[in-house]
């Protein structure tokens, strides 16, 4: 089994931030790819940053310079920092990985993010 749990969520003004952590546990035996998704009300959930293997990161244009993806001490952990936030950022935000063997990907359950201005 593999599980996903992401904490950190919550509801912050404009221009505040927050961080988003998540922990992957279970069978895994190695990690290409790890990542956060968001979805609004509405919307269909779309790539907010990911993080390869070898560390190189990828952002959504809407979030350059204000996100950062980092993975953490921990095995199979990653962190969000979540800076100069907005009110369209406002989304339940997914943890997801993609493990090398097979290409498979795995989801988190999300933890909501609510920006008020």
């Known amino acids: 089994q593999v599980q996903l749990v992401e904490s950190g969520g919550g509801l912050v003004q404009a221009r505040g931030s927050l961080r988003l952590d998540c922990a992957a546990s279970?069978?895994?035996?190695?990690?290409?790819?790890m990542g956060w998704y968001r979805q609004a009300p509405g919307k269909q959930r779309e790539l907010v940053a990911t993080?390869?293997?070898?560390?190189?990161?990828n952002y959504a244009d809407s979030v350059k310079g204000r996100f950062t993806i980092s993975r953490g001490d921990a095995k199979n952990t990653v962190y969000l920092q979540m800076n100069s936030l907005k009110p369209e950022d406002t989304a339940v935000y997914y943890c997801?990985?993609?493990?090398?063997?097979?290409?498979?990907?795995?989801w988190g359950q999300g933890t909501q993010v609510t920006v008020s201005s």
């Open positions: 997801n990985i993609v493990v090398a063997l097979g290409g498979r990907s795995y």
């Open positions: 279970g069978s895994i035996f190695s990690i290409n790819v």
């Open positions: 993080i390869s293997s070898g560390g190189t990161t």
